[in-house]
């Protein structure tokens, strides 16, 4: 047998042979592509490659790339588990030309390695090819001749299909072109004219195993198609299906790269596998899928939560929790799927093994949270009365299918799912209805990425290229403006008072990015200048000013000086130096899982988020600081070293090397910490100056944020604590050192005085005066009625003195009520257990509260209300016997 990690080295290596450069995976998460949320191709890193934006030094490469099909199109979820090829996470395998060679070469590499290297049979392989279709070209009959000529085959192994199938386009306008499918047929006789019958459920039948895009033309807006100066090529075979062969299986959940966590699956469950389409077997299928895409998600930095990629996350984690559920699993178990992950490809995919101890733990943190909520919302769906019918149709209201969002976390395709199961169907606009509402009353708003990438600064970069950036070495440069806009149009000319967006060819303005905020300072032309406020880069690569004009008129197409706020980026420089310290210490007090999950740094402090299921302690807090203080002390050289991301990676620097770095990285030794980072730094350790923490909390679930400042600012802070603390010690007419003491002195008298207090209120209204309050009870049918006013007491005086009274009197129903000295009423009723049946404390504390101008309610046997009339008081009482009859 052919192992998956053998055919994903023999794949890459052919191609190397072959003069191909072996470029790694590129990331899952895609944080500069506003088009897509994960990588689903192996050409996605070379988008701008082939569009001609990006010159690589290579034009061929082969990869084996990390790919999720969740969203948009190409969204395999329903299917995974049920089919015996659909998946969430998968391997695609690729061989790419940039220019280079085209269709006969093409076309030679895929015959050789299939059928030369890995031993295919020809005789279940057919090649589908462009058949024609108006508005797309003409049939590709060069393709067809082609796989005649190289590989022999008989015209009934070559079939056309239409554009749906066999062209490929990579938008409304651009690069596209025919593409020829191989398909083999597994487990049956491979009769090609039983070819577009669909696979069993078994996985029997004809099914793709490689797909060559042969781009060919340039789609014009108004519809021609003309010849690119440069053809290229993209190719995509799934790993796992190629598994499926080699490996002589049926199923790609038979394969070394999913069978062994169907294993794990059926091993919690203390079910066995039978590999059938019963619900246990399909469940197992699901949790070994979900769990690839959780611990390579988790690995790249994201968490389960409510919006983007964070809540795609969280729908696929949700979804395994529950088939577990399903499974009869009762305790905390995906950890163990993942884990599994990660021994399985953690060598293919060292961040896996590098962030095992945080995917172990967010898969136990999130299965933990949503079991506590799981029971409910399944037995909600037990409830006859949430249903509703329409023709003939048992439909989920949309009011309850939000709930069920918003109170017990199931996302909305999971609802979708456990209705095909159980034979209803979800109300989504009533759904989408009850959601914009609830956004609506929290004033909320989602804002999608294509919207904070305006077209305009796409065509800004098209026309000027990228902003060269030269601010790690210079604050001040002279450049030219190439673009100005002004409310988000383009001008030319901005005058003294407006607001403008400025993009020059050159610039020291570091934009936002990184966690580091854009620099303020000043562009000058002449008499005009420009207060910089901030810098932002909307599109990657074009760093955008924002600005005022405070004075003269400034046109595009001039020289400009633009200087950067010296103060505020040495300021930023030591928070930033400061935060890679902190990452390092933080990773050395609570261990590696303290993976970053975000920061934001400035000039008046910085921010880290990690990943932490718990609070610091103080001690945790205090070594913390230390450690950071003497990497400061020891002032050391900060150095940055531009190495090939793979030597940065064999020094041990920490990053998610999945992130859009290049090949080529700037890797920051920092005393201890060796971190890769694109943001300005300070020149030695001791630069950095004074480290102090401001705060530690919760920022969501798995997610603590630290907030800290460094320098003249922590040296501000001190002083200021230093103020309070002196102030505080005049109040109490002491030295500073003994505050701490004196304070909790005067905490301890507080205790003693209030404990008194309750012991006065309680001797005046039931010491020695209980006998005149029983006294003026009134008698009914052998029960004790009892309402009364008594002095001002606080509410837990009150409630015990109503029950003291109750026992006294049992069976009885006693009211009291009492006005405070902000003129507030408190009323409380007790009532005899046995007598609950007629008399209940709620509806009497309510008919006394309503006479007060308040409300209350509570259990039959005691209630309690307010009210804001305290002249009505005697009134209340008068009404509580009204209410008993007496």
Not at 158 to 168: E, P, T
Not at 206 to 218: A, I, T
Not at 477 to 490: F, I, P
């Amino acid at each position: 047998m052919t192992s998956s990690r053998e055919l994903r080295r023999a794949f890459t290596t052919f191609f190397a042979e072959r003069g191909h450069t072996h470029a790694p995976s590129g990331p899952l998460v895609l944080t500069h592509d506003p088009t897509l949320m994960f990588a689903n191709a192996g050409m996605v890193q070379f988008k701008d490659v082939f569009t001609g934006k990006e010159k690589r030094p290579y034009t061929r490469a082969t990869t084996a790339q990390k790919c999720i099909r969740i969203s948009g199109k190409h969204n395999d979820l329903e299917n995974v588990g049920v089919t015996a090829r659909h998946h969430t996470f998968f391997e695609m395998l690729g061989n790419f030309s940039f220019g280079d060679y085209f269709k006969r070469e093409a076309i030679s590499f895929a015959w050789d390695l299939f059928v030369g290297q890995l031993g295919l049979e020809p005789e279940r392989l057919v090649f589908t090819i462009f058949g024609g279709e108006p508005g797309y070209g003409p049939a590709d009959d060069e393709t067809a001749a082609l796989w005649k000529e190289i590989t022999g085959c008989d015209d009934d192994r070559i079939i056309r299909c239409g554009a749906k199938d066999n062209f490929w386009q990579m938008g409304d306008t651009g690069p596209c072109g025919p593409c020829t499918e191989i398909h083999y047929c597994l487990g049956m006789d491979p009769d090609p004219r039983r070819f577009g019958e669909e696979p069993e459920s078994s996985g029997r039948g004809w099914f793709e195993l490689w797909n060559l895009v042969f781009m060919q033309f340039d789609r014009q807006a108004d519809g021609r198609m003309v010849d690119l100066p440069a053809p290229s090529v993209d190719t995509g075979a799934g790993l796992e299906r190629l598994a499926v062969v080699k490996q002589g299986v049926l199923s790609n959940y038979d394969t070394d790269l999913l069978r062994p966590i169907v294993d794990v699956a059926a091993e919690i469950s203390g079910k066995k596998y039978r590999g059938t389409q019963e619900d246990d077997d399909v469940s197992m299928r699901v949790l070994a899928d979900h769990a690839r895409t959780t611990a390579f998600l988790v690995s790249e930095g994201v968490s389960p939560d409510n919006e983007g990629t964070a809540y795609v996350l969280r729908r696929v984690m949700r979804r395994a929790i529950r088939h577990a559920h399903r499974l009869g699993v009762e305790e905390l178990s995906f950890h163990h799927c993942t884990a599994k992950v990660v021994e399985l490809m953690g060598d293919d995919y060292p961040q896996l093994r590098e962030q095992a101890a945080l995917i172990e733990s967010v898969s136990r943190e999130e299965e933990a949270r949503f079991r506590k909520t799981l029971k409910g919302g399944v037995e909600l769906l037990d409830k006859n009365e949430v249903w509703r019918e329409e023709s003939g149709r048992k439909v989920l209201p949309g009011d309850v299918a939000f709930k069920l969002y918003d109170t017990y976390g199931f996302p909305l395709d999971l609802q979708d799912v456990i209705g095909a199961e159980r034979g209803f169907v979800v109300d989504h606009e009533g759904y989408d209805a009850a959601l914009a509402e609830a956004r609506e009353r929290s004033r909320g708003s989602v804002v999608s990425k294509s919207q904070a990438t305006e077209k305009v600064f796409y065509d800004i970069r098209e026309a000027h290229g990228a902003t060269t950036f030269v601010g790690y070495d210079q604050e001040r440069v002279e450049s030219t403006l190439v673009a100005m806009l002004r409310g988000g149009e383009r001008v030319d000319v901005a005058r003294e008072g407006e607001a403008v967006e400025l993009v020059t060819l050159e610039t020291p303005f570091y934009g936002e990015k990184g966690g580091q905020v854009g620099d303020p300072g000043v562009v000058r032309a002449g008499d005009a200048w420009v207060e910089v406020r901030d810098a932002q880069i909307p599109v990657e690569g074009l760093t955008v000013l924002h600005g005022v004009v405070r004075a003269g008129q400034l046109e595009v197409g001039t020289k400009v000086s633009l200087e950067v706020d010296h103060a505020a980026r040495q300021a930023t420089r030591r928070n930033h130096s400061a935060t890679h310290l902190l990452h390092w210490a933080l990773r050395q007090v609570v261990g590696p899982t303290a993976a970053q999950k975000g920061s934001l740094v400035g000039p008046s402090r910085l921010r880290f988020d990690y990943a932490a299921s718990k609070p610091l302690g103080a001690d945790e807090i205090r070594r913390i600081e230390d450690l950071v203080n003497e990497a400061v002390l020891a002032n050391t050289p900060i150095t940055t070293d531009v190495l090939p991301m793979d030597e940065a990676k064999s020094r041990g620097a920490i990053g998610i090397f999945e992130e859009k770095y290049g090949d080529v990285v700037r890797v920051l030794t920092i005393g201890p910490s060796l971190e890769l980072c694109g943001g300005t730094h300070a020149v030695r350790t001791g630069d950095i100056g004074l480290f102090t923490i401001l705060a530690e909390g919760g920022l969501a679930a798995g997610v603590r944020r630290i907030e800290a400042i460094t320098g003249l600012g922590a040296l501000t802070h001190l002083r200021e604590t230093r103020g309070a603390l002196e102030a505080s010690a005049a109040l109490l007419k002491a030295p500073a050192s003994e505050v701490n003491d004196r304070v909790q002195k005067l905490l301890d008298q507080q205790k003693t005085l209030q404990k008194e207090i309750e012991r006065l209120q309680k001797e005046l209204v039931s010491g020695g005066g209980a006998k005149d309050l029983t006294a003026e009870a009134r008698e009914r049918d052998g029960v004790r009625f009892l309402a009364v006013a008594v002095p001002s007491v606080d509410g837990k005086a009150l409630r015990e003195m109503a029950d003291q009274l109750r026992d006294k009197l049992s069976p009885a129903v006693v009211m009291l009520g009492t006005a405070g000295a902000d003129g507030k009423v408190a009323l409380v009723c007790s009532v005899s257990k046995e007598v609950t049946d007629r008399f209940r404390a709620g509806d009497l504390v309510k008919r006394a509260a309503a006479v007060v101008g308040g409300s209350g309610g509570g259990r039959p046997d005691f209630a309690q209300a307010g009210g804001s009339d305290a002249t009505k008081l005697g009134d209340a009482v008068a009404s509580f016997y009204e209410g008993v009859g007496v």
